[in-house]
């Protein structure tokens, strides 16, 4: 069993900054790609960020580059999501999710369908 808690979220003004942790257990993930998603009210979950199983590639939805920042702390088996700059728009539950298996190292999988594990999400919201 692989299980996966987020934390970091939180309510914080337009313009302010998290920083999302993923922590995991049962299973370390330091050579499998990771993905953060977020799920609006309503929505499907949305691919945010993603790391290949190298850790050297990363991949960024349009709207969060520039300002979210994907990294991974292998000794500590956890994953971050920094975000800076957020906008009210960016309100949503925060998930983290792991790949399984990967058979290119610089691969990132942004589909949700792609990860076989996942937390159950931290709350953003961003207040104007």
């Known amino acids: 069993q692989v299980e996966l808690v987020e934390s970091g979220g939180g309510l914080v003004q337009a313009g302010g900054s998290l920083r999302l942790s993923c922590a995991a257990s049962?299973?370390?993930?330091?050579?499998?790609?990771m993905g953060w998603f977020r799920q609006f009210p309503g929505k499907e979950r949305e691919f945010v960020a993603g790391?290949?199983?190298?850790?050297?590639?990363?991949y960024y939805v349009d709207s969060v580059k520039g300002r979210f920042t994907i990294s991974r702390d292998n000794a500590k088996n956890t994953v971050y999501l920094q975000m800076n700059s957020l906008t009210p728009e960016e309100t949503a539950r925060y998930y983290c999710?792991?790949?399984?298996?990967?058979?290119?190292?610089?691969?990132?999988?942004?589909?949700?369908?792609?990860?076989?594990?996942w937390g159950q999400g931290t709350q953003v919201t961003v207040s104007s």
């Open positions: 999710a792991v790949r399984a298996t990967s058979y290119r190292a610089t691969k990132v999988y942004v589909a949700a369908n792609e990860y076989d594990y």
């Open positions: 049962g299973r370390t993930f330091s050579n499998f790609p």
């Open positions: 790391s290949s199983r190298s850790g050297d590639s990363t």
